[in-house]
T-cell receptor, first 117, second 112 residues
Framework: GAGVSQTPSNKVTEKGKYVELRCDPI?????LYWYRQSLGQGPEFLIY????????DSGLPNDRFFAVRPEGSVSTLKIQRTERGDSAVYLC???????????????FGEGSRLTVL | DAKTTQPNSMESNEEEPVHLPCNHS???????IHWYRQLPSQGPEYVIH???SNVNNRMASLAIAEDRKSSTLILHRATLRDAAVYYC?????????????FGQGTRLTINP
């Protein structure tokens, strides 16, 4: 498909387990973002990649959260020792870089819903 | 990041215009005003953006106050499919600062 693809769409895990969430951005988009969204709240920024490097990881809540983008395309968000408070929808977005009149519009996937029991 | 203030919720009727307000009194000269919306069970989608002048596209219009301290997203003829949460976001148009910081947004309900 032409859009941002996220897998799995739903993940149920037990407290303390390790989880990986995958994001496949739109082809050619160099920027990739991760957000998480709790029920009734707006999306909360986690981390942003420009190419392979994390340009801004100021939103990662603690060292249990880590994200990689080794080849500048697919990204994986990794959560260690999951807690019930990690339950949320994790959204991925990609964009072209801002340049001239190009807005750098973000294109979002449909998200991965994580439930930690 | 500069903050925006929006009403928590608004309601309108189908086929009527909708005006969604946003206050951003601390906006700086390099901040662009972006609007995204989030339909139920979907990720946010871009609606429109502007800097100083009013903007129109196929989805909506954006009216920006002369002092840029407020703006209004205008849906000219609302349909049931426009029911969503609408986010007004300030974003520095700079290659090194691209993230969007979402607030709570305005939940728009459209009555048939």
């Amino acid at each position: 498909g032409a859009g941002v693809s996220q897998t799995p769409s739903n993940k149920v895990t037990e407290k303390g387990k390790y989880v990986e969430l995958r994001c496949d951005p739109i082809s050619g988009h160099t920027a990739l973002y991760w957000y998480r969204q709790s029920l009734g709240q707006g999306p909360e920024f986690l981390i942003y990649f420009q190419g392979t490097g994390a340009a801004d990881d100021s939103g990662l809540p603690n060292d249990r959260f880590f994200a990689v983008r080794p080849e500048g395309s697919v990204s994986t968000l990794k959560i260690q020792r999951t807690e019930r408070g990690d339950s949320a929808v994790y959204l991925c977005a990609s964009s072209h870089p801002v340049r001239g009149e190009n807005t750098g519009e973000l294109f979002f996937g449909e998200g991965s819903r994580l439930t930690v029991l | 990041d500069a903050k925006t203030t929006q009403p928590n919720s608004m309601e309108s009727n189908e086929e009527e215009p909708v005006h969604l307000p946003c206050n951003h009194s601390t906006i700086s000269g390099t901040d662009y005003i972006h609007w995204y919306r989030q339909l139920p069970s979907q990720g946010p989608e871009y609606v429109i953006h502007g800097l100083t002048s009013n903007v129109n596209n196929r989805m909506a219009s954006l009216a920006i106050a002369e002092d840029r301290k407020s703006s209004t997203l205008i849906l000219h003829r609302a349909t049931l499919r426009d029911a969503a949460v609408y986010y007004c976001i300030l974003r520095v148009q700079d290659q090194g600062a691209q993230k969007l910081v979402f607030g709570q947004g305005t939940r728009l309900t459209i009555n048939p």
